[in-house]
């Protein structure tokens, strides 16, 4: 089994930073892909960035691409998104996930490791 745990949220005013980590422990070895996913209320789950763990191959949606960055420390088995020039638009549950899938763009039944979810409020 994989436990994911992420920490970082919070609430930012427009144009802001904020860290997501997201901490795995567990069979870790069998995840090829980590991701990072958000969910507004009242909107279906969306896919924010990947990264493969070995290569650190990364993707992103394209609304993140540029503000957003992934990233993985392999040492503390620990995925990083780093959220910058935030919007009132990203607002949203951030959920850490992981995949044996190798495709970055695997949607998200693909992902059989999920996170509780951080919560992420940006003010206008």
């Known amino acids: 089994q994989v436990q994911l745990v992420e920490s970082g949220g919070g609430l930012v005013q427009a144009g802001g930073s904020l860290r997501l980590s997201c901490a795995a422990s567990?069979?870790?070895?069998?995840?090829?892909?980590m991701g990072w996913f958000r969910q507004a209320p009242g909107k279906e789950r969306e896919f924010v960035a990947a990264i493969r763990w070995g290569s650190a191959t990364t993707y992103y949606e394209d609304s993140v691409k540029g503000r957003f960055t992934i990233s993985r420390d392999i040492a503390k088995n620990t995925v990083y998104l780093q959220m910058n020039s935030l919007k009132p638009e990203d607002t949203a549950i951030y959920y850490c996930?992981?995949?044996?899938?190798?495709?970055?763009?695997?949607?998200?039944?693909?992902?059989?490791?999920w996170g509780q979810g951080t919560q992420v409020t940006v003010s206008s």
């Open positions: 996930a992981g995949t044996t899938s190798n495709w970055l763009r695997a949607p998200p039944d693909e992902y059989g490791y």
């Open positions: 567990g069979r870790t070895f069998s995840m090829y892909v």
